[in-house]
Structures are given as C-alpha cells and as structure tokens.
DNA sequence: CGCTGTCCGTCGGCCAGCCGACGTTTTGCC
DNA sequence: GGCAAAACGTCGGCTGGCCGACGGACAGCG
C-alpha cells in the first residue's frame, strides 16, 4: 500500500507524450537535501527522475515515513510533509502558482494530476487503516508480501525480495520501531517463514504463509 | 483538522457561480442509508445540500471516522470508505465519468476540484499525525479546541461549543474508545478545565489551559 | 407511566509494543 | 587494513489505553 508508488511509470510515459514537463525545470538534488518542510510549505509539483526521496512526517522525537519516491514518480506537496533526498537525485520542479495556469490552458494535465491526488489519498487512507486496525506484526507481513509481489523474482525455492531498506526505514513506515521490525524478522526466520539472503534480500517460501500474519482470525 | 470541513462553503458559493452543479442530480437520503462501501466502490462525487453524512472506515470489530460532511461539503468515493447518512440528508450527486468528462470541457471546475482533493489530504496527513505522535488527551483537547474556534460562541465566562456528537462519535473520530473520552472528559470537568452546559454544549473558560493539554513537555 | 433502547461514568485486568541499554556485526572511508 | 560510524540483535521493565463489565441517567413510545 504506502510502500512504492512505482507503478507510476504509466504517467511518466504519458507525460512524455503529452509534453506534461514543459514549464519543469530539472534540479539535482545533494544526499540529504530537504526540498520541503511543514514550515516552508513552498507549494510545488515534481516528479522524479533518479535517485530517492523519502516524504515524512515528523515531530520532535519520532519520525513516519508516508512513502519513498524513485524515478518516475510524481508528488505534489499540497500537504504539510517533509521531502528529503536520501541519495544524489535529479528531479523535475514546477511551482504550483504556474503549474495551475498551465493546468487552466491545458486541460489534458487534469486526469493526470487527479490520478496522482487520488493515489496519495490512498496511500494515506491505507496508513490510517494499518496504524487503527492492524497491529505491527500483521503491517509488516503486509508490507513484505506487497514487495514481493511487485519487486520479487519467482525462484523454484521461493520469492526473492530486494530489500533496500534499513530496518529504520521499515519501521518509519509502518509507524513502529526499529526494535519490533528486528525482533519479528528475525522469529519469522526461526520459524521458517523466511530467510535471509545476503544482506539486501530476503527469501520467501511461500507468500501465502506470509499473507497470513496478516489476518490472524480466520 | 478532522472535525468538519465546514470552511467548503466558500466553494459552495463559487460552485453556483460556475453552476458547477449542472449534471448532478439531488438525492434524498433516508437515516442510516449506506451511499458507498470499499467492497462496492462506486465512484462518485457529491456536495451536501443537507443533512449530514459520515465518512468512515471499519474494519469487523472497529470504527474509525473520518469526518462528518454537512451542508456545502464536498466529497469524493475516489477512495476505498463508508460513506453513510446519519440523518435524513440531501446531496447532489453525479458519477466520476460523467464528471471527468465535465473536467475535461470545462477546466474552471479543476481548481476546485484540486482544493478539494486538497483539503480531504490534509485531513487524511493529520490524522495520521495524530495517530502517530500523538496519545489520546492530546488528541481529544486539539479537538475540543478547534471546535470551540470554529463553533464556539464567545461569552464573558469563557467559550461556549456546541457538542453535537455522542462520545462515541468522538472516540471514534480520534482513533480510540468511549470509554478513554468519557473518563477524560470528566476528569478535566473535575480539574475545571471545563464545564458541562447542558446536555449537548460545553463551556470552557479558556482555550489556553485546554490547548496545553495538546503540548504535554514544554 | 412503566418499558426499552441508547448513552454515559467508572473500575480493574491485561497486554502490545515503546523505550533504554548494551553488545555485536557491517559498512564506509582514509 | 584499520578505524569510526552506522546498522542490527536482544533483553526486560514499564505503561497507555483497550476491553469487558455493570449500573445509572435520559429519552422516546405505546
């Protein structure tokens, strides 16, 4: 759910086509740059050509990931979130004062836009979801399989996930900590559910025992 | 920040100026009607013309509201909620492909549209934060306090707020139980940070001693 | 005016998971 | 290779607040 928004590649092809980047101008962005703040809600559009940024939400002692972006990806900071550039990224930027006039001319912009607004309001229900109904245990399988099944390569032996992220990263996402994401990882592993594969991968066996940490009940 | 989005009259306004309303057709609600569920997600977009709604997600043994839309409100089913009528209501309502067709011809509804989309992410943002960092009494007193700015009626005792809502409207609201808000509740009234007022108002003699219970460490 | 349904107040047990602490392993860098 | 910094593993104490339970207060209705 808030993991990727990846499969915003679509729009990016579209865009292309549809010339969406004129009035864009690209911006390399240093490891560690804050493109925006609560406090310095400069009001813009972007949409990520390379690297990764990460968009959180912070208060004085704790910090929640709302979702990492990587090439591709469009984000408007209509709301009051950090963005940060977690590695050397390049971006292209547009203020929103002129990006709504070219919203105005242009009306081809429109579903795009509204296809975006509509994904981040998704994302964002879904986090509600997870941090009032589900407990930590039930997120994280949750956010395992997710990535499994659009970042996984299918092995004879399982699912092979990529996993670039740290333990950290995870927990901020899932609005728990470091501490939980290790101890569980690591019974699941105990209990065969998983296993590691050097140290940017995990192996799974079998999703649906995976899947189902995530509805204890039934 | 989650309490109404009553601040959408001016929308209202500028909507009938557009005649934005061309292609929505009025339906009356009956009490308890359910518009929209996540398993049939129809499509929608509707403003109250009366009544009010409830926006909610639910999972088999829980409830969380979202917020409650009251007449001028504008909403959009582009995401997976309940959406039920609380009283006998009257809304405009009108499917997304009509009005994405209606978008595409006519980019004066886009800007209100966007601040719609707008505002609905800014509720979402902050109710995650609230969730996130912060522990009920902060929550229940940020609430109180901004529908006392918004509600409230100035007198020489303090502000008198309107109150609406059962309590269990409210813990649900803030993501936690009636029992939590009532015990609060009553022991702030104890502590004489305020006073019942009847059976639906409350009066508090000042937001400040109510607002610190939003800010526990400083 | 009793009856029934809804709402409110309060108590206590219980537990998920946060937090601090500390040692170990990996990584990155000179 | 060697050193500092970052990331990981694990343990135990502590607690916010959920949950069940039960009784009282109102309100509507026949």
Redesign the interface.
Known sequence: MHAHAHHTRPDFAEAAQNALLDGFTLRELAKGYLLSTPACPRNQVLMVQSGRLRVY?A?DN?E?N?SFLEAGDIYTT????YVEAVVPSSIWLIETPVF?RK???D?SV??V??RV??R???N??G???D????EVPARLARFLWQLAERRGHRLEHGWLVPLDFSMQDIASLL?TTRQSVSSLINQWEREGILQRQGRRSLLVPSLDTLKARGAPLP
């Open positions: 939400l208060d704790r929640l709302l209509h709301t009051p979130t709504a919203l105005a001319t009306p429109t579903p836009m509204m607004m509509g981040l309001l998704s964002a229900v986090l509600i979801e941090l009032a109904f589900r609005g």
